[in-house]
């Protein structure tokens, strides 16, 4: 059983940066496809950004050159530096964990969800 526990969420004026960590239980992190995914008022939960166990990384269009995602497998973390952050990013995020998932963007394929973090952007 994996537990998530997201942080480092909050709020930060047009333009700013802020990392997102999330800390994962369990002895094979390393196996999973660590992703995030973002849901915001009166929207449907989307696609962010993923990391594969082998560390390809895959971002949604409108964060490309903006969001990087890591992850620490000796740390059971995957983090998103998310840069040059915009209102429309304003969302609770979400990692989510795929076992031996290939780093898809449908959040059905996700097994572990954390609780999520409220990032708010102001103008």
């Known amino acids: 059983q994996v537990q998530l526990v997201e942080s480092g969420g909050g709020l930060v004026q047009a333009g700013g940066s802020l990392r997102l960590s999330c800390a994962a239980s369990?002895?094979?992190?390393?196996?999973?496809?660590m992703a995030w995914f973002r849901q915001a008022p009166g929207k449907e939960r989307e696609f962010v950004s993923v990391?594969?166990?082998?560390?390809?990384?895959y971002y949604e269009d409108s964060v490309k050159g903006r969001f990087t995602i890591s992850r620490d497998n000796a740390k059971n973390t995957v983090s998103l530096q998310m840069n040059s952050l915009k209102p429309e990013d304003t969302a609770v995020y979400f990692c989510?964990?795929?076992?031996?998932?290939?780093?898809?963007?449908?959040?059905?394929?996700?097994?572990?969800w954390g609780q999520g973090t409220q990032v708010t952007v102001s103008s």
């Open positions: 989510a964990a795929d076992y031996l998932g290939l780093g898809r963007r449908e959040s059905i394929v996700y097994e572990y």
């Open positions: 369990g002895r094979t992190f390393s196996n999973y496809a």
């Open positions: 990391i594969n166990y082998i560390r390809t990384t």
